[in-house]
C-alpha cells in the first residue's frame, strides 16, 4: 500500500509521513512539497493526504487533475479552513483533515480509508494475474483483480469487469481452468470472483456493487467451502 503526503509546509509533511508510518507500518509513504511535484511522479498512492492551500496549484486543482487522468482512490484533503470543504464535492474526497491534525482522528481515517481499499481490492503492490482472450479481431489482456464474474448468454462469455462489460466467444469451463482458486463456478452459466463477494444464501451470491447471482443447489457446498478457504487465505496474507 503507498501512502503520500503533499503539503508546501514541510514540517508538517514530515510530521504527518512518520504518524502514519506508525499506523501503517507496510506501508510505503511517499512526500510531495507541491502539486506539480505529485502530478509528475510516476507512481500515484492508494491513499493520498492532500492539502487544499499550497502556492502554484492548489490541492483542488491537483484533485481535479487527478481525478480527470481517472485515479479513483482514497482522496483525504488538510485544510486549515473548513469552510473549504464546501467547494470539494464533486471531487469525490473519501474525509477532511483539520489542521492541526489530531493523532486520534489521523489513526481513525487512515484505519477506515485502508478498510475501503481492502473492501474494494485496490490496494495497489499486489502482484495482478492476467489472462489473455480474443473479442473479435482484438487481443486483450485482462486483469483478474479487475474481473466481478462472468457469464455466458446466447453463446458467448461476458467478462463483467469494475468499469466495462467484454464480451468474447469461449467457453466458460475454459475461463474456470485459467483464472485460478479465487473465482468460483456457483451456476452452469455464472463464475464469481469471490473478492467481490457481499452476502450469499442457498439461492443467490450479492456482489459488490448490487449484482445478484443465482448459485445452483448443487452447488453450494462447494461454493461454502471454497469462500471459507478464500476467506482464511486473504487473513494469512
Not at 46 to 72: E, F, N
Request: hydrophobic share 35%.
Amino acid at each position: 500500500m503507498r501512502i503520500a503526503i503533499c503539503d508546501d509546509e514541510k514540517r508538517i509533511c514530515a510530521i504527518l509521513a512518520e504518524k502514519a508510518g506508525k499506523i501503517c507500518p507496510g506501508a510505503e509513504i511517499m512526500t510531495y512539497a507541491s502539486g506539480e511535484e505529485l502530478l509528475g511522479a510516476d507512481i500515484l498512492p492508494d491513499i493520498l493526504l492532500l492539502d487544499i492551500k499550497m502556492p502554484g496549484m492548489s490541492g483542488m486543482d491537483v484533485a481535479r487533475t487527478l481525478r480527470d487522468k481517472d485515479w479513483r482512490k482514497i482522496l483525504i484533503f488538510i485544510t486549515g479552513e473548513e469552510d473549504q470543504v464546501f467547494n470539494s464535492f464533486d471531487l469525490q474526497a473519501f474525509h477532511f483533515l483539520v489542521k492541526p491534525v489530531a493523532d486520534e482522528k489521523l489513526k481513525e481515517v487512515l484505519d477506515n480509508a485502508q478498510k475501503e481499499l481492502e473492501r474494494y481490492g485496490d490496494i495497489s503492490g499486489k502482484q495482478d494475474k492476467y489472462i489473455e482472450i480474443q473479442s473479435g479481431t482484438a487481443h486483450i489482456r485482462i486483469n483478474l483483480s479487475q474481473l466481478l464474474y462472468a457469464e455466458v448468454y446466447d453463446r458467448k462469455t461476458i467478462l463483467h469487469m469494475k468499469k466495462e462489460n467484454i464480451e468474447y466467444y469461449g467457453q466458460l469451463s475454459v475461463l474456470e481452468n485459467l483464472v485460478g482458486k479465487d473465482f468460483y463456478r456457483i451456476h452452469r452459466s455464472y463464475l464469481v470472483n469471490m473478492k467481490y463477494v457481499e452476502r450469499y444464501d442457498r439461492t443467490s451470491v450479492t456482489l459488490t456493487g448490487g449484482d445478484n447471482i443465482p448459485i445452483s443447489r448443487r452447488e453450494y457446498d462447494g461454493f461454502l467451502k471454497a469462500y471459507l478457504e478464500y476467506s482464511r487465505r486473504r487473513i494469512d496474507s
